[in-house]
């Protein structure tokens, strides 16, 4: 499968603290997006990454791509309540015409 | 309005029910989508349309039969399903080129369906 993986597949923490998520794929890709789901709602964009960019930053979201390890981070910082959601990886593979997703990690965080 | 519309919010069927979901999108893209999402399942992509012209069917039964009339909206007809059909049915649309549909997706609320 061509999926990429997140790493944890659960994370729990208190307000205040940093959360961070992982994803890893398995080939080249193009870009890298993350997403993210409140419970039983639709996607939201949150940040695009191309394979020639290293880091982005939008507010409090920070995002890495490794493409040596074929990895890339989601740094939440100062976390809120509101942040309590599932946060998806999306990959452009090489080749590929259309976006693959990952199974998600799903962030707790609790006042 | 908001992006992407999808109705209804939720749907309870019969396997030898037929009905429909409808998707709407007020953001003047050219592309939209049909994804599933089931219950620690990635997302699966089930249709993409471009221009009203079905560029992609990732091998989904013929239960699930896909419309899109114009560019704004697409259509999910659903006959004779199973249980395990039972999912969050997102539609999602994007200013996609005509081979490319890898940038940013935007997506409906879903519409929750359930088979009994």
């Known amino acids: 499968s061509q999926q990429g993986e997140e790493d944890p597949q659960a994370l729990s923490i208190q307000e205040g603290e940093n959360a961070t998520m992982n994803c890893s794929y398995k080939?080249?890709?193009?870009?890298l997006q993350w997403y993210r789901q409140n419970s039983g709602r639709g996607l939201v964009h949150l940040i695009l990454?191309?394979?020639?960019?290293r880091e982005k930053h939008s507010g409090r979201l920070r995002v890495t791509l490794d493409t040596s390890k074929k990895s890339s981070s989601l740094l939440i910082t100062a976390s809120r309540a509101a942040d309590t959601a599932s946060y998806f990886c999306?990959?452009?593979?090489?080749?590929?015409?259309?976006?693959?997703f990952g199974k998600g990690t799903m962030l707790l965080v609790s006042p | 309005e908001t992006g992407v519309t999808q109705t209804p919010r939720h749907l309870v069927m019969g396997m030898t029910n037929k009905k429909s979901l409808k998707c709407e999108q007020h953001?003047?893209?050219?592309?939209m989508y049909w994804y599933k999402q089931s219950a620690k399942k990635p997302l699966e992509l089930m249709f993409v349309?471009?221009?009203?012209?079905?560029?992609e069917n990732n091998s989904v039964p013929s239960r699930f039969s896909p419309e899109c009339p114009n560019s704004s909206h697409l259509f999910l007809h659903l006959h004779t399903l199973q249980p395990e059909d039972s999912a969050l049915y997102l539609c999602?649309?994007?200013?996609?080129?005509?081979?490319?549909?890898?940038?940013?997706?935007?997506f409906g609320e879903g519409s929750r369906l359930t088979v009994l």
């Open positions: 990454i191309r394979s020639n960019e």
């Open positions: 953001l003047g893209h050219n592309a």
């Open positions: 999602a649309s994007s200013p996609a080129s005509r081979t490319d549909y890898t940038g940013e997706l935007f």
């Open positions: 999306a990959t452009s593979y090489s080749g590929y015409s259309t976006l693959t």
């Open positions: 349309y471009s221009l009203e012209e079905r560029v």
């Open positions: 080939t080249s890709i193009n870009n």
